[in-house]
Nanobody, 113 residues
Framework: QVQLVESGGGSVQPGGSLRLSCAAS????????MGWYRQAPGKQRESIAR??????TYADSVKGRFTISRDNAKSMLYLQMNSLKPEDTAVYYC????????WGQGTQVTVSS
């Protein structure tokens, strides 16, 4: 069974940067699209970035500030987050958009002054 482990979150001031990582066990990583999601307090989980065969797409709320990338050899997914805003505060998760597996614990990102 695939396991997803997110890391790299933390507390930063507005305008700061963080790089999130997602480690995926199992053999399905390289063959599948992957994505980053987030869930803010009191809100539904939302998709914010995807990478499908090297093509990246982003939610309007993060476009131009976040960059998704992957290393298939290491079964790793990354999210570089720049120019962070308080509204980016959420728990961030990774998963396979077209073959959702059990969610990991996520990694908390808090943006505040």
């Amino acid at each position: 069974q695939v396991q997803l482990v997110e890391s790299g979150g933390g507390s930063v001031q507005p305008g700061g940067s963080l790089r999130l990582s997602c480690a995926a066990s199992g053999s399905i990583f390289s063959a599948n699209a992957m994505g980053w999601y987030r869930q803010a307090p009191g809100k539904q989980r939302e998709s914010i970035a995807r990478i499908i065969r090297g093509i990246t797409t982003y939610a309007d709320s993060v476009k131009g500030r976040f960059t998704i990338s992957r290393d298939n050899a290491k079964s790793m997914l990354y999210l570089q987050m720049n120019s962070l805003k308080p509204e980016d505060t959420a728990v961030y998760y990774c998963n396979f958009p077209f073959a959702i597996v059990p969610w990991g614990q996520g990694t908390q990102v808090t943006v505040s002054s």
